[in-house]
């Protein structure tokens, strides 16, 4: 049984995406055409070192401290994927909070666990006040893919330092 739920403190071990599998493989992106989603050819493959997964892990704890929120998928102490919604609003009406990360372990993919997490992370901004979460999305078909099937739109509002942190993905929002 997978257990989905927000951590309620920082009290929880660095080691605990030491397992988690970030792999991804692409072979096609979407970008933005004037103001349309085009797919393009483009090969690459994302993972995360060990050293990577404990900066997440330590991002975990600042954003909890902070006011922000985690939210874990695990099955026992095993976690097959996790969702962070940033303690900052932001936006002319201070509309958004950033849904900064939404994985899922490679091998517990298509088994619903993202959309659980979207679901959840859509409720829990919702509870804290915003109306919108704002993604800076990978690019690949396949991670657009699911976004779209989420409700998921390109952003009224580009926020400029989320873009410039990774210029290929793509802005999104969804209302929750």
Known sequence: MVNIQALTSVNFSDEILDSFERKQ?????????SNRLL?????????????RKREIVTHFKSTIAQGGVVILAQREKDVLG???????????CSTYRELSYLHTSFPSRRMGIGRRLFNEAKKTAKQLGVA?????????????????RMGCVLAEEINPTIYKREVRDLQLEVRV
Request: proline share 4%; glycine share 4%.
């Open 25 to 33: 493989e692409t072979t096609q992106v979407m970008v933005v055409d």
């Open 39 to 51: 797919k393009k050819e483009e090969r690459f493959e994302d993972d995360w070192t060990l050293e």
């Open 82 to 92: 996790f969702a962070v919604i940033e303690p900052e609003t932001f936006g002319e």
């Open 132 to 148: 919108k979460l704002y993604i800076g999305a990978h690019p690949s078909v396949e991670t657009q893919s699911f976004y779209k």
